[in-house]
């Protein structure tokens, strides 16, 4: 198989093109380093073009698939209409794209766009747009759909991601990262009050797998996610125990506006089950662990 991987310097798209090229596909990378890195890509043997996906590329090579994970992701980009545009423009190229090779789209979604709205959250519920982020994925999705019966093309609305290779991304990077940083330091993890909100933390290793399913799923749109809820207090505790601490938590106040800040996510995984075959493989423990290790391995 013939792969391009867009935003395949970022966190997941790196994960992804490493592990399609272990898996012998060839693969093709574009980025324009907006906010990936290269040292993402330092066991990386393909082919990487240096472009912004959301301007015409000319490409020689001939795609079976196309896994467009490029994206302005920071809801706090200070630029909501380059945001908007970027995201909506690039998926639009990406599908014509495919079109012309014929061949298979599996593009990045977000969970961001259920907003505050309850949990396990499901494909078809209401949304509640909290992000002009959110808001470009949710276009994109509605765009999908016109295009079910047409082409191959899957959306995945990712849960809360982590794992190695997300160093770069700074503040946006997962908690389970700035807590790691902030523990192994010996300092106390710091949550906002009182640490109750709930995330469904899914390790990237899971994240890829279910990239790389939904060549062979039906288009449509689905959740990747654990399906399981975990706290922030519960963050501390595993990774405490993994860690071999005791640390106590510092509780600071909230600095966000709670009307763009998303309490609590976890996934309805049941279409995801049913048509992704997929099911997350790491438990929320495991994942940490593993991560904990690769990370421990690059100090």
């Known amino acids: 198989m013939k792969a391009l991987v867009t935003g395949g310097a970022g966190f997941i798209g ?24 290269k040292d993402n890509l330092n066991e990386f043997n393909g082919i990487f073009i240096e472009k912004d996906v959301s301007k015409p590329i000319e490409f020689e090579e001939k795609f ?32 014509k794209l495919a ?3 014929n061949a298979k789209l599996v593009y990045a ?14 494909e078809d519920q209401e949304k509640e747009i909290i992000t002009v982020y959110g ?3 949710l276009k994109m999705d509605e765009m999908a759909g016109e295009l079910f019966d047409e082409m191959h093309i899957v959306g995945l609305r990712f849960f809360n991601v982590f ?20 523990m192994k330091s010996g300092n106390k993890p710091k949550l906002f009050k009182m640490g109750e909100q709930i995330r469904d933390h899914i390790y990237v290793k899971d994240i890829v797998r ?3 399913l939904a060549l062979d799923a039906p288009s449509g749109v689905y959740n990747v996610g654990t399906g399981v809820g975990t706290s922030f207090n519960e963050v501390v505790k595993v990774l405490n125990e993994v860690l071999g601490k005791e640390l106590e938590i510092e509780y600071i106040d909230m600095p966000y506006d709670a009307k763009t800040y998303q309490a609590n996510t976890q996934a309805d995984t049941t279409l995801a089950e049913e048509k992704l075959k997929f099911k997350a ?19």
């Open 14 to 37: 790196s994960n992804l093109a490493l592990e399609l090229e272990k898996q012998g596909h060839e693969v093709i990378v574009v980025d324009n380093i907006f906010s990936g890195t």
């Open 64 to 95: 079976d698939a196309i896994f467009h994970i490029a994206a302005i992701t920071d809801p706090r980009h200070d630029n909501d209409e380059e945001t908007y545009n970027k995201n909506v423009e690039g998926f639009k190229l990406m599908v």
């Open 99 to 101: 079109q012309e090779h």
């Open 109 to 122: 979604s977000t969970a961001n766009l259920y907003g505050n709205k309850p949990v396990p959250m499901k």
């Open 135 to 137: 808001k470009s994925k």
């Open 163 to 182: 794992g190695p290779r997300e160093a770069h991304k700074g503040r946006p990077a997962s908690m389970i990262y700035h807590l790691y940083n902030q």
């Open 210 to 212: 279910a990239v790389i």
């Open 281 to 299: 493989e790491f438990s929320f423990k495991e994942g940490v662990k593993d991560y904990v290790e690769w990370m421990e391995e690059q100090r």
